[in-house]
Structure formats: structure tokens, C-alpha cells
């Protein structure tokens, strides 16, 4: 089975600065705008902020998705490689994402998702509350179990022993 790294945030840790969105709208398209970005601040209530990119799946649904073979995974790293002269931003890569990781750029009528900047993702490089990781599914897991059983040390503190 084949572990991809990714992108992902800790929300206790982001603010909700968008400065990831600008660093990637800069890198990626060359100008300092948001909705040009591959990655997406969300504000999930309100005080707790998410970013969301592209979580490289495995047996993408995305790619499945694409009716004009656009879309194909990269072995190498499993980022999502974008044939341009076949996207015709028909969005239904977009309606398969469960992430909400796919942007379409409306004038180039292309898709888009993070490539995770060559291996060194300039999202990551940039937080400045250091919120952003390259991490695996293998990784993320094992942090939720760890925080379960944390949470549930703490639940049982100071509850009486039968």
C-alpha cells in the first residue's frame, strides 16, 4: 500500500490568517489572490479555522471522476497531475472531491490542486503559527488515536474507582 505525504492542519493552531492561500496563489499563479489559491481557509466555527488541499487519495476519486482522462495520480509522490489541453473545467472532479480540494480557475477553464510544491510546500514554509505539515494517513491516525486516549485519561481523572 503506497503512503502519500500531504498537507494538513492542526486547528488548534491556525488562526485563520490566510497567509497560505496568498503564499500559493503567489507561487502558483504569480499573483497575491486567495481564490487563485490551491488551498482553502475554512472557517469551521468561530474560533476554529481549517485549512483544506488536496489529501492525495488513494484510487483518487477525481480522477475516476473525469470523463476526458484530464486527471492522472503520480506513483512517484500521488500528487494529481492536471493535462491541461484535455480539462475543460466540466467540474466533475470537483463534485468528487471530499475535501473540497479542487479549484477551477474560471478564466482558464482548467482545474487545479496542490502539487505540493515540488516537496517542499510553501504553505508549511510560510504559517507562521507553524498550523501546516506534510504528514501521511498512517501519521494522522495515529495522532487521533493518541488524542482519543488523552482525551479520555483526562475524562477518567478524578471519577471515583469502583
Excluded at 489559491?37 to 477525481?62: F, G, K
Excluded at 478564466?107 to 506534510?134: I, N, R, S, T, Y
Aim: glycine share 4%; hydrophobic share 35%; charged share 30%.
Amino acid at each position: 500500500m503506497v503512503r502519500h505525504e500531504f498537507v494538513t492542519v492542526d486547528p488548534d493552531k491556525c488562526v485563520g490568517c490566510r497567509i497560505c492561500e496568498y503564499i500559493c496563489s503567489s507561487e502558483k499563479e504569480k499573483v497575491f489572490n486567495p481564490t487563485k489559491s490551491r488551498i482553502r481557509v475554512v472557517r469551521i466555527y468561530p474560533t476554529i479555522n481549517a485549512s483544506m488541499t488536496c489529501r492525495l487519495c488513494e484510487d483518487a476519486p477525481c480522477v475516476v471522476a473525469c470523463p476526458r482522462k484530464a486527471l492522472e495520480q503520480s506513483e512517484e509522490n500521488g500528487v494529481i497531475l492536471v493535462n491541461a489541453d484535455k480539462c475543460n473545467g466540466c467540474g466533475w472532479c470537483i463534485e468528487a472531491c471530499d475535501f473540497g480540494a479542487i479549484m477551477l480557475d474560471p478564466a482558464k477553464k482548467v482545474v487545479a490542486m496542490c502539487d505540493l510544491c515540488d516537496g517542499e510546500p510553501k504553505c508549511v514554509e510560510w504559517c507562521p503559527e507553524e498550523a501546516l505539515e506534510l504528514t501521511t494517513r498512517d501519521v494522522l491516525s495515529q495522532k487521533a488515536r493518541f488524542e482519543i486516549v488523552r482525551k479520555l485519561m483526562e475524562a477518567t481523572q478524578g471519577q471515583p474507582k469502583a
